[in-house]
């Protein structure tokens, strides 16, 4: 489903991604975990098109991504559903507008393009969007203002506009960071449960090792833009985990003063 | 929190808006004589008279030249004189430092009355009271100014940090004291960038002037506009965008180093310096050209006393008519202001940087939208008199451009200021760019449009009064035919209806203000 071939990335002289090779299959749910800084929002951003890379490729779903291409990344774009920390929906709109923007990518020719631009869609679309939202569990909240629901509910609401995609993949970046326990474990229940019965593939970063131990089967770590674990979840005890998470410069640190 | 706003409205309220709004309009239409077929009509003949003022003529350069020199003057004595009448009344004007309740209102009021009148009215006024030339223009400055900067000023000092007076009214320091050292280093750097302000704001207006008879360039273009030498009022319509576009950006580039405090700092000293000399030896020069004459403005003064009293008691008999005008005239500020919304969507759109990813595209529509903003609407009446005929259209076409680029930078303004993520998470469906921007950024700007909408619309019905000065519709033309005939009791009747117009539409606009923000 996802293939990344020798990712390379800096910025402003810093690499950010150093050389990344990653497969991920059809169906697959895979939780993207590294300290903070290590390249993980890079790396999903680079996979829908919003950071051009410096080298090597990406391939969703066999085709691979021609950044020059605004069409190319258009296309790419509408097989990736995205969810997002903060949510990132109009807050000044309904539920309803917001579930319905997820279907803009697929009506881009013609008089669809024009009559939903303008926010006329078709029985068929607004069908689909209520039955998204009674499948996230917010059928009755379709006419509310995005700015009065809970943060759960807003990462629900994402969650359908993704879905009104219908995509063949999902990248959620840290999808539960801003909620509380209870709203964490069931935004990540519905993820998983999306992959399973729906077949999408998924793509989650995740800072909560506990969730990632409860909901996935693999793991990809990331440190200083390299990939420095990829392996089934239950190998990731803790020595792993320490080796994840230790800053190297702490490391230089104790050896320049062991020096002294 | 939320306030009391549009989106709490039940259908029931919300199609009652709407009607309201349609209806008002389809009036406004059908008064100012906007149909389909004027619009099309109008734009051919724009363009035909467009083709007959090219080439432009120069052959009258250097008058055309002396007279721009004058008009710069002019902006600079009213910028002036404005500032020293505007000092002590903003302070008078301002709560924290009044002097007492009778002196704190009525410069405020003073204040309020000078603003809510269009410029070219009280030229006009001193035209009728002076006679014809400059020293009228740069008594209607003034005035104009006063209103302005009074209330700005009033606010600058209201909006101080209170710690440094308290402190040195604790040393039993008091009044004009405390102002000098602790109030006027806070508010000066504001009342630097207000000045440039004016200044740039006058320049333009006085350009527009002459139109009424007000001295400057105005008079020579509204000479050859009726005089049909077209190319030669080319040739200054070319000056008048020079200037403005000169002043425009020099004087958004000294406030913007004021109000950052880099002015005069190292670094570009040099460079600020040269800027202010210039503008100082421009002063001097343009002085030159037009000698204000401050003892032959005094002298005039008993002639408006005079010209006061002969408008006593106004002369009500054509009430009538007035009125019926008066409603063409509000007619014309709703239709110019539809007409600068419809042209003022694209115009944002393609100059918000975020938008407008090509840089041509971008430049091109920040550049017109600043020529129009900076043209004065007098100017673009003349102009469309001469193209589309006498009459209300020809003022709504002035009023809808001139403001297009009023309404064309604020809307860039706020969609350059949206919140970008969910604009990348409408991006990220794959959608394309007028999806994104019909799901994305309108949402999040819409309640900004209304109120600038608003406030251009308040401010168009005020202008719309001026634009019968040049034929343009209104209540305007009838103003200056009987000022013609000298039926100054008339006149005081007809200003009398402006005013309670103005008066009534502030209530109208404050209302629906608190409705839709
Ligand atoms: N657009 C950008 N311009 C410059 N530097 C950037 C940009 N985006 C990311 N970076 C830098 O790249 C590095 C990696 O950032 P990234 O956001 O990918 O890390 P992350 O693993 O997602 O971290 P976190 O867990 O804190 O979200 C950081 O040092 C960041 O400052
Ligand atoms: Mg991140």
Redo the contacts between chains.
Sequence with gaps: MVKVANLRKRFNGLEVLAGINLRVKKGEAVALIGPSGSGKTTLIRTI?G?VIPDAGTISVGGEEINYRDPESL?????K???I?Q?F??????SVQ?NVM????????RGLS?LS????FFTRREREKARELLSFVGLEDKAGE?VDRLSGGQKQRV?IA??L??EPELLLADEPIANLDPKASRKIMELLLRINQEKKITLIAVLHHLDSVRDHFQRVVALKEGAICFDAATRKLNDHRIQDIYTVDEEIECIAAQAGI | MHCRAS?HLNKAARFLWWSIFLVVLGVSFRISQVDIGSLIGGLSQSFALGREMLPPDFSRGKQILILAAETVAMGFWGTILGMIISLPLGFLAARNTAQNWFLYHLSKTLVTLLRSIPDVIYAFFFVTAFGLGPQAGVAALTLATVGLLGKFYSEAVESIDEKPVEALAATGSRGLSVIRHAIVPQVLPLFMGYNLYLLDHNIRVALALGVVGAGGLGVELFTQMRGFHYQKAAAILVVILVIITAIDRVSAYLRNRIIKGGFLQPGSRSRDAALVGAIGLFTIVSFYFMPVDLKEMAAGAPRIWEFLKGMVPPDFSRISVYLKLMLETVGMGISGTFLAMVLAVPLGVLASRNVSHHPLIYNLAKEITNFLRAMPDLVFALIFVVAVGLGPFAGVLALGLNTAGFLGKFYAEAIENV?P??V?????????L???I???IF??V??LFNSYNLYILDRNIRYSTIMGLVGAGGIGYELVMTSRMFEYRQMAAMLLVILATIMILDLVSAYLRKQVV
Excluded at chain 1, 101 to 108: F, M, N
């Design positions: 829908n919003f258009r296309q790419i774009r509408k990736i559903g995205m997002y903060l990132n929906l109009v807050e000044r709109t507008v923007a997820g279907a803009l990518g697929r009506l881009d393009l939903s631009t303008v926010g203002r994402a506009r993704a009104m995609q | 989106w919140d993520k969910p990348e998470a409408v991006e990220a469906t794959g959608a394309r007028p999806q994104r019909f799901h994305s949402p999040q819409l309640p």
